[in-house]
């Protein structure tokens, strides 16, 4: 399996815990991100995040009085710049309601795309955001009959286009091939071309491109990994010019990057389907790859694909969750809770996962202490959990973090849990008695297989507005259908506050 390497930070700076040195740091992280070409705006953004950040360690991770230290470290990832604090202070006591004081979402919105609350164990903890990094637009490279938006449609070209893998002196071409397929309707990096060659130098991003007679881009593929370690990649990004709608461009792309993976060693493809619409379902079942979850509220109302996808009225719409493997995956076991056993296995089966149904414990053995990951996504209105160990404060965490998502208006809010861990059934348990429900499985997807659960913040979800195109499919739109009742329609986390 190709391997991604991590360079060191641009800068590290440890600083002592008192409110006196926390201008000097924040002034340090504007000089080394005004050294990457950020605007005064986002800078006086960033210099006011970064000190709200330091504050909330100084005053709420030591004693007053105590010798305490954190570091402050700034960092470039592909396209993003990152603003990192890590402590060693005090643990947070999850048996009192969330403070006034935690990190406020609304400050984080003006200069953050993501926030990070990450466990690191024995290490202490990190509290993280990024930012784009500052890159030309596509409108740079946009000829005037390009930003008509107005003119008839092109007609249907009649030429096969070529598949090869693509090199960063393509990215403008993806650039402007994404904006002729979907205007401005696409995920953010796409429209840089810098971003989309920093993802490809890193290897964090391997795609194909298709090209026509002319030579022009006119469809692509990519392979997404969420870290160098990652056993699976994220088929995503799949675009195809309107010119060459009906080539099955989809299907020969897809086909042609899931032998890349294979000869990669990597043990499958993940991707999520709209289901506002049967056509990307479709695709992926022809080419084998099996449904593994529904994901409710996903995708805020005003995102959608130009001409394909149209939520209703703004409405959040649903993914459903394939998984395509490529490679033999290692043995595992699989402690599933009890109410969602068959379900469980049926994806399993399906898939042909070499998987070992465990016994369940009435005791099983915890962790020494809890570890667990918080990511959110402002602009999209989602948050998502990671448990990365159960100890036995796992559900009380999990209930804290959740009433402070919902109090600051996540509309939507995902849970990973390890299903390698015999600890997860009953967790899984818990947090179903405070409102979340299944959404699915994700195999191979965080060092193993994950359970994911969904809580939707008193959001009204139409799911008749739901395509579902398979049988399978049906199945498992049943089953989250059934547990999104259970879990009640609407629910409240103030009742299990």
């Known amino acids: 399996m190709s391997t991604v390497t ?16 926390v201008v000097p740091a924040r002034e340090f992280a504007c000089a080394i991100a005004a050294q ?34 954190f570091d402050l470290i700034l960092d470039r990832r592909p396209g993003k710049f990152v603003v990192a604090v890590e402590d060693k202070g005090l643990p947070i006591d999850f048996s009192k ?36 990094l500052p890159a030309r637009p596509v409108e740079d490279y946009l000829t005037a009959a390009e930003r008509d938006r107005s003119a008839e449609p092109p007609p249907l070209a009649t030429d096969v286009p070529r598949l090869r893998l693509m090199t960063e002196q393509d990215a403008v071409a993806l650039s402007r091939c994404i904006y002729r397929a979907y205007g401005y309707t696409y995920v953010d990096f796409v429209y840089y071309p810098d971003r989309i060659a920093d993802m490809l130098r890193s290897g964090l991003m391997m795609s194909c491109v298709a090209e026509n007679d002319a030579g022009e881009i006119v469809g692509h593929l990519a392979l997404l990994r969420n870290g160098p370690e990652s056993a699976i990649a994220e088929s995503a990004a799949a675009v195809v010019d309107p010119r060459y709608r009906g080539h099955a461009l989809f299907k020969t792309m897809k086909i042609f990057m899931a032998e890349e993976a294979k000869r990669r060693g990597l043990l499958g493809l993940y991707s999520e389907a709209m289901t506002l619409h049967p056509f990307t379902q479709k695709g992926n079942i022809a080419l084998g790859a099996h449904e593994t979850g529904l994901v409710l509220a996903y995708v ?7 001409k394909i996808d149209a939520s209703p009225q703004g409405e959040r719409a649903a993914l459903l969750l394939y998984y395509m493997r490529t490679n033999a995956e290692p043995h595992r076991a699989i402690y599933a809770p009890p109410r969602h056993r068959a ?3 049926d994806i399993c089966q399906r898939i042909g996962l070499d998987r070992e149904f465990a016994a369940l414990s009435d005791t099983p053995v915890l962790a020494e202490s809890t570890r667990l990951d918080i990511r959110v996504r402002p602009e999209l209105g989602i948050a998502a959990i990671t448990v990365r160990a159960c100890g036995a404060d796992s559900g009380q965490q999990i209930r804290h973090h959740l009433v402070d998502l919902c109090r600051r208006k996540v509309d939507a809010i995902y849970l990973d849990l390890p299903l390698g861990d ?50 399978t499919g049906r199945r498992l739109f049943d089953h989250v259908a059934a547990e999104r009742q259970r879990a009640g329609e609407g629910a409240r986390v103030a009742a299990v506050a």
Do not use: W
């Open 6 to 21: 991590t360079p060191a930070p641009l800068a590290r700076l440890t600083v002592r815990a008192c409110t006196e040195l």
């Open 36 to 69: 990457q070409g950020f605007a005064p705006a986002a800078l006086q953004r960033l210099e006011l995040l970064t000190e709200e950040a330091c504050l909330f360690v100084v005053e709420h991770g030591f004693e007053p009085g105590e010798d305490g230290s």
């Open 97 to 132: 309601p969330p403070q006034e004081s935690t990190l406020g979402l609304s400050l984080m919105r003006g200069f953050a795309e993501e926030i990070s609350f990450l466990n690191l164990g024995k290490a202490g903890r990190r509290i993280e955001f990024t930012a784009s």
């Open 300 to 306: 805020p109302g005003d995102v959608n694909t130009r």
């Open 343 to 345: 379900v469980l296995q």
């Open 422 to 471: 015999p600890a997860a059934a009953s967790l899984c348990a818990a947090c179903e008695a405070a409102g979340f429900f299944f959404a699915g499985m994700i195999p191979e997807y965080d060092n193993g297989d994950v359970l994911r659960l969904q809580y939707l913040n008193n959001l009204d979800i139409n799911m008749d507005g739901i395509v579902v195109v398979s049988d």
